[in-house]
């Protein structure tokens, strides 16, 4: 029987919004400079975003396998268009506060969903790649929202312009037909079932990898510029600007994985990757004294580390295909749990006057992954074979 949907245009909606993700987790970071000018409060803005993400993330799973894709996608896209709006018009604390939230929120659904919604619609041949694309989605509307952010010094005009092109997607996404909702009031599962996947040893070391992958992002995000400037001595936009290496690097390999993925295991793919990352963030932590050579290794680093998300949430949703969003809901809480830790911990650090040892908690992390990936796959495999012979609710 012939889908009542076409898959390359569901992928397509999903691959338009995680590029609007993309352009939310930047989203203040590249207009914070003229709005901390206009309203210095707007500061503390990104914690109010952190928060929204959070929950966004909690909450999209359980009502994407319940209710179905579509209109969650809808609203959460006009949820972020909406905020995207308010910072653009408005100087008041509070509504930018609104705002700021109401784009974290969005975004949030958007990323889990989106991930979701690629794992469900293709099988296990094809998974994996769709996944490294849909990634790659993520980091070209970042790049494209920092360009723009940049060539145009009023901040306003590319948020009402990212809004317009939202809405116009959010038209095509009305028109379009998903897939339905894979759990109905007669197919529910029971809490015994929920409670069996989130005890899982799936989910709980997939999750343990993204925990230190997103601590990782983060904390290299966070202080690298940092790093480079009070350890290395490098210029401070110079310092800036290896973020755009990191950037690009991480679309690099998230294009080129998704070709790599139809000739390797996923797991063999994987530790390639991590040692190219842990290669850069070697080269980084011996010269960090030269420009050239930190922007070569952010860019190592980006391209390394970009395989971890693709792969992992490939497995994890080839196992639990009926309840993929609560999966994924769970992991990606888990892992921003590990992105909110390191930013913590890595802060402590500088203030202290450790930073110092930066490279080598980055190259910890990446140890840690290389670690963990290789138990998390064999658990995926297990329980797959152990859903297949009935007993999945009982195994580990």
């Not at 709006?85 to 929120?105: E, K, N, Q, R």
Request: proline share 3%; charged share 10%.
């Amino acid at each position: 029987m012939s889908k009542e949907y076409s898959t390359a245009k569901v992928n397509l909606a999903a691959c338009l919004a995680m590029a609007f993700f993309g352009v939310a987790m930047l989203s203040l970071g590249a207009i914070m400079p003229p709005l901390v000018r206009a309203v210095p409060q707007a500061i503390g803005l990104p914690m109010y975003m952190s928060i929204g993400i959070i929950l966004g993330t909690v909450i999209f799973g359980p009502i994407m396998d319940r209710y179905g894709y579509k209109w969650l996608l809808v609203l959460s896209s006009l949820i972020m268009l909406a905020g995207l709006l308010i910072l653009a018009y408005s100087t008041d604390m509070p509504l930018l506060i609104a705002g700021i939230f109401c784009v974290g929120l969005g975004g949030g659904v958007l990323n889990g969903e989106t991930n979701a919604l690629v794992s469900d619609i293709y099988d296990e041949e094809k998974r994996g790649r769709k996944m490294s694309i849909l990634g790659a989605c993520y980091c070209i509307g970042a790049m494209v929202w920092t360009l723009a952010c940049v060539l145009i010094p009023d901040y306003q005009i590319p948020l009402i312009a990212c809004a317009a092109v939202m809405l116009a997607s959010v038209v095509f996404f009305i028109a379009l037909k998903f897939p339905k909702a894979k759990i109905t009031s007669a197919t529910k599962p029971s809490g015994s079932e929920y409670r069996s996947m989130l005890t899982s040893g799936a989910l709980l070391l997939v999750a343990s990898v993204l925990f230190f992958q997103s601590a990782f992002e983060g904390t290299s995000g966070s202080y690298t510029t940092s790093f480079l400037t009070q350890i290395g001595g490098i210029a401070e936009n110079d310092a800036v600007l290896s973020l755009t290496f990191f950037t690009v690097g991480m679309m690099a390999g998230r294009f080129a994985l998704g070709a790599l993925m139809k000739k390797g295991r996923d797991l063999v793919v994987l530790f390639v990757y991590m040692f190219i990352a842990l290669l850069g963030v070697a080269m980084m932590g011996l010269g960090n004294h030269s420009t050239y050579i930190c922007w070569a290794a952010m860019a190592l680093i980006g391209f390394g580390v970009g395989a971890t998300y693709p792969v992992m949430l490939a497995r994890l949703g080839g196992v639990f295909r009926r309840m993929s969003g609560a999966a994924f809901s769970a992991a990606i809480f888990i892992a921003l749990c590990g992105q909110f830790l390191g930013n913590f911990l890595m802060g402590k650090l500088f203030s202290n006057g450790g930073g110092g040892i930066f490279a080598y908690l980055l190259a910890g992390m990446i140890l840690a992954i290389l670690v963990i990936a290789p138990f998390a796959c064999l658990a995926c495999s297990r329980r797959r074979k152990a859903d297949e012979n009935g007993n999945g609710n009982i195994y580990p």
